[in-house]
């Protein structure tokens, strides 16, 4: 016999009770331990039950994935209604501090503009703590709230790595990258992105952090005699710059690369497609290494395939390490969401 629908609703809402109940007393344990409060509950584990779900201290920022099928909007939304309830009820939070956005499926040509659109100006700002450090979220405004969780072991790689090194953060998004690079004793960190906004953020979460950072120009940057500042953050399209630094012989002993999977802002002078360019993004990073340097490199590109033979035929002296899986912390193990990859000179 055929459910209802509230029969089918209340059906998956004690699959998602119950799974959501078995993560969060594992993983509670485990976020207090490592010393953070923002961590990832569920990513669609159960097929029928599309929903993301991520933990920022006492709220949740979460997404509902497009269906592969047509649903009527008003059965979609009193399931998500339904779905809500319950992630509330299991985690103990009040209702309005569960913020679940609509996620659709990425396509290539739109993938760019997606991924950091504004979807909402309610601005529900808060701040998470992870590795001692502090960060500002915004769990309404965007599908990303401006801290990748799912690199968190990454940036505490990224620190590891820093200490007395010259530090360059491409797309650097929100700063996260650069705050731990600076925390862990780099000598200077350059933050490079095209988005006054992100660089607006990063500052922000320089000074949570009691950091001191400044914006320069970038064509004074490249074109000028190179004058160190211990951070600063450059408003330039990436691959511009990188060219730039490389006519002027500029160097870097950290370099983080994790570059957006697509992007077609009007800002920028190319369209970048990762599978497509990350051989040059690569290959301009590598000619900006010192001796000994290290570039981080990292993409979440869907079938992606990094062609480790290619570089070791032209870049003999460069050693190469697949660090996904070392990289993945709990929240995130057994989850296919990047790739990551260490280049060392």
């Not at 950091?211 to 074109?223: G, P």
Request: proline residues 3%; contains cysteine.
């Amino acid at each position: 016999m055929d459910l209802s629908l509230e029969e089918k609703n209340n059906y998956q809402a004690e699959l998602l009770r119950n799974r959501l109940a078995k993560r969060y007393k594992h993983l509670r344990k485990w976020a207090k331990r490592v010393g953070t409060d923002a961590y990832r509950l569920y990513d669609r584990d159960i097929p029928e039950i599309p929903l993301l779900i991520d933990l920022y201290g006492s709220a949740v920022s979460g997404a509902l994935y497009e269906r592969p099928y047509e649903k009527d909007p008003a059965e979609e939304e009193l399931w998500l209604e339904t779905m809500k309830q319950v992630i509330a009820e299991t985690l103990e939070l009040p209702l309005d501090q569960i913020f679940i956005k609509q996620r659709r499926r990425l396509r290539q040509r739109d993938e760019g503009t997606v991924q950091y659109q504004k979807i909402d100006t309610k601005a529900i700002i808060r701040q998470v703590h992870e590795g001692g450090l502090t960060f500002q979220v915004n769990l309404s405004d965007y599908l990303d709230t401006g801290l990748f969780l799912d690199h968190r072991k990454t940036r505490s790689l990224a620190r590891e790595q820093a200490k007395g090194r010259r530090v360059l953060n491409l797309f650097c998004y929100t700063g996260s990258f650069s705050v731990y690079a600076a925390q862990g004793g780099a000598l200077q960190v350059d933050s490079v992105d095209l988005s006054n906004t992100y660089l607006d953020w990063a500052r922000i979460n320089h000074s949570l952090n009691n950091i001191q950072c400044q914006n320069v120009d970038v064509e004074a940057f490249t074109s000028a005699p190179y004058q160190p500042h211990k951070n600063l953050l450059i408003r330039a399209d990436a691959l511009r710059f990188l060219r730039e630094a490389v006519k002027n012989h500029i160097t870097w002993d950290l370099i983080i690369l994790d570059p957006p999977t697509f992007s077609n802002s009007k800002k920028m002078t190319e369209t970048l497609d990762i599978r497509r360019d990350y051989k040059e993004l690569v290959e301009l990073c590598l000619s900006l290494l010192a001796k000994d340097g290290i570039l981080l490199f990292s993409t979440n590109a869907r079938s992606f395939r990094f062609e480790s033979e290619y570089f070791h035929q032209h870049y003999p002296q460069i050693s190469i390490k697949d660090i996904t899986k070392a990289t993945a912390d709990e929240d995130f193990r057994d989850r296919k969401v990047r790739q990551c990859f260490i280049l060392s000179k």
